[in-house]
């Protein structure tokens, strides 16, 4: 997934996104090619359970 997909999913601005990447909150990200960042849904997914699970605790 790209970093605007990922935003869209999370309806959260592409800048949160890249922000959460950059002090290593967000989902797991991926280089491809050296340039483009990539996300894969499974850890997509698992961020989006983490903060249910954190937030019901």
Known sequence: MTTAEVAELLRVPAET????R?????????RLGGR???YAREDVEAFV??????GAA
Do not use: D, M
Request: glycine share 10%; net charge positive; aromatic share 18%.
């Open 22 to 30: 950059y002090i290593g909150k967000g989902p797991k990200s991926f």
């Open 36 to 38: 483009r960042v990539l």
């Open 49 to 54: 359970a983490a903060a249910r699970a954190e």
């Open 17 to 20: 996104v890249r922000y959460w």
